[in-house]
């Protein structure tokens, strides 16, 4: 008999012992062993599923599938990620435009305080650059899209 229908038993017969209750007779005492035997096996039956669906979560590979799923549901984190790449992406290229190959020492410390100034104003401020990106891939570049497609 498993869990479910050891529940639908119990509760279709209305057995339940109280640890208040004498027990007179024999009979009565073999009943309620039984009964309490049988408890006994679900709740060992319930134990038994609970630790295998904890063997189940802990598992390594669970575990990483679980936050993996978790890590690509989460839009503030995936927004976060990209407004860092943007930023660092900037500030590398204003970088290299500010030094462009240069060896004057003041001119690469100059590149490198630009860098940090454009990485964070970029990495802070993701939102109306996506925006401006839109409005411009929308309003010109896609335009030229449409037009080369007529020709």
């Given at each position: 008999m498993d869990?479910?229908e050891?529940?639908?038993?119990?509760h279709?017969?209305?057995?339940?012992?109280?640890?208040?209750?004498?027990?007179?007779?024999i009979?009565?005492?073999?009943?309620?062993?039984?009964?309490?035997?049988?408890?006994?096996?679900?709740?060992?039956?319930?134990?038994?599923?609970?630790?295998f669906?904890?063997h189940e979560?802990?598992?390594?590979?669970?575990?990483?599938?679980?936050?993996?799923?978790?890590?690509?549901s989460?839009?503030?984190l995936?927004?976060?990620i990209?407004?860092?790449?943007?930023?660092?992406?900037?500030?590398?290229?204003s970088?290299?435009?500010?030094?462009s190959?240069?060896?004057?020492?003041?001119?690469?410390?100059?590149?490198?305080?630009?860098q940090?100034?454009?990485?964070?104003?970029?990495?802070?401020?993701?939102?109306?650059?996506?925006?401006?990106?839109?409005?411009?891939?929308q309003?010109f570049?896609?335009?030229?899209?449409?037009?080369?497609?007529?020709?």
């Amino acid at each position: 008999m498993d869990n479910e229908e050891g529940r639908r038993f119990f509760h279709q017969t209305g057995i339940k012992i109280n640890s208040m209750e004498k027990v007179t007779s024999i009979s009565e005492l073999q009943s309620a062993i039984q009964i309490l035997e049988f408890e006994q096996t679900i709740k060992g039956l319930e134990f038994k599923e609970q630790l295998f669906l904890i063997h189940e979560s802990l598992k390594p590979v669970n575990l990483i599938k679980n936050a993996l799923s978790e890590v690509a549901s989460s839009p503030y984190l995936i927004d976060n990620i990209l407004g860092a790449t943007m930023g660092l992406a900037s500030g590398y290229l204003s970088r290299k435009l500010v030094v462009s190959g240069s060896h004057n020492i003041f001119r690469k410390l100059l590149g490198s305080v630009i860098q940090f100034g454009v990485t964070n104003m970029v990495s802070q401020h993701t939102d109306p650059i996506k925006s401006v990106g839109k409005f411009i891939y929308q309003h010109f570049l896609h335009k030229e899209e449409v037009n080369s497609e007529k020709l």
